[in-house]
């Protein structure tokens, strides 16, 4: 259901694993409350069939529970992207491309993207071998050769999806040992067509019409060469999605938004959890955690 210009006690702006945790528990506090989305609920980890961690089953059966109990429940969903929030006396005023929502308290749940490395031939090479989803596009690298950037649990996790299919997974990072936890590491460790190059950084994608190769540099000697592959995958960290928060809102040097122990931002009424907020965990549990205490310190502002 689309909805313009009303308005709730609480309005939740993303409906990743956070932002639908904080619409649950607003809703079962008795507050009403509206999502808005502007791409499909679920958020980063729709695509992640095998979940690692404490939650069982896959991404799209997380979000698609959580989502199912939000409609139990009566949660207002609104299909829009949020372009700016501000405060209006008593009220915030969300405008976004499918018109402007007035509520009384914020949850900024708004997630993170996938960081990309700015190289020439990443862009240009977009679906034609440079991937972000390794479940989705996997199948299509069967007994080829394919190249992961990173050494945290997403290029660990994503890579042993690639391990699967592919023939060679070269992965490639840029430290010398992984950031990744233990277990994703000794995975890593057990599979004979993942090949390490540490202290190695990527200077370009090259090819014709898809990926051919990538022009890699070993940091420890500065040396160059070229690693032929039909399939490139970088993991090297998240940026917040946040561009529609004020500057008045502070953030950290990554741009993630700073929030107090309630996590209320500096602007009150607007709360910020989950992937978008400085000092989030990075796990669903975090995701599903943050979502609930932001919900009940809105809980505490209303009810005030
Ligand atoms: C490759 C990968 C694999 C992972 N695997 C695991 C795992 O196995 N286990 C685990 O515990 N964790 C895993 N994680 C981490 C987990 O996915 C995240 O911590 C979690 O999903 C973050 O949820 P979120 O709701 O905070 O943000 P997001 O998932 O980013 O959701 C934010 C939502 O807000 C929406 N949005 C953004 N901007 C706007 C706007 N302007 N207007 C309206 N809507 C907007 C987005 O479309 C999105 O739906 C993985 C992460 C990655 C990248």
């Known amino acids: 259901m689309t909805l313009t210009s009303q308005t709730h006690d609480l309005l939740v702006i993303g409906t990743g694993i956070t932002g639908m945790s904080a619409a649950r528990q607003a809703l079962r506090n008795g507050i009403s409350t509206a999502v808005m989305e502007s791409l499909f609920f679920?958020?980063?980890?729709?695509?992640?069939?095998?979940?690692?961690?404490?939650i069982q089953g896959s991404g799209s059966?997380?979000?698609?529970d959580?989502?199912?109990?939000?409609?139990?429940l009566g949660a207002k969903s609104i299909a829009a992207t949020v372009e700016s929030i501000a405060r209006d006396g008593d009220t915030l005023v969300v405008k976004s491309d499918a018109g402007s929502h007035r509520a009384r308290a914020?949850?900024?749940?708004?997630g993170a993207r996938l960081r990309r490395l700015g190289i020439p031939g990443e862009s240009e090479f977009e679906g034609k071998g440079v991937s972000r989803c390794a479940d989705c596009d996997g199948p299509l690298y069967r007994n080829q050769d394919v190249v992961v950037v990173g050494g945290g649990d997403s290029a660990l996790q994503e890579a042993l999806v690639l391990a699967g299919f592919a023939r060679q997974v070269y992965l490639l990072h840029r430290g010398a040992?992984?950031?990744a936890r233990q277990h994703l590491v000794d995975r890593i460790a057990g599979h004979s067509n993942v090949s390490i190059h540490w202290r190695t950084r990527v200077d370009a994608v090259l090819g014709d019409k898809s990926v051919q190769a990538v022009r890699?540099?070993?940091?420890?000697y500065d040396?160059?060469?070229e690693l032929p592959c039909t399939g490139f995958f970088a993991y090297v960290g998240l940026e917040p999605a946040c561009d529609f928060v004020p500057e008045a809102i502070e953030r950290d040097a990554g741009g993630f938004l700073l929030t107090d122990a309630g996590l209320q931002t500096a602007m009150p009424g607007v709360f910020a959890a989950g992937a978008v907020r400085s000092g989030y965990g990075g796990l669903l549990r975090h995701a599903l955690a943050e979502g609930t205490a932001a919900a009940k310190s809105v809980k505490v502002l209303i009810r005030a």
């Open 42 to 54: 679920g958020g980063l980890i729709t695509n992640v069939n095998e979940l690692d961690g404490e």
């Open 61 to 64: 059966e997380v979000a698609a």
């Open 66 to 72: 959580l989502m199912m109990e939000l409609s139990r």
């Open 106 to 110: 914020l949850i900024v749940a708004s």
């Open 177 to 179: 040992k992984f950031t």
């Open 216 to 220: 890699a540099r070993g940091l420890e």
């Open 223 to 225: 040396a160059a060469g």
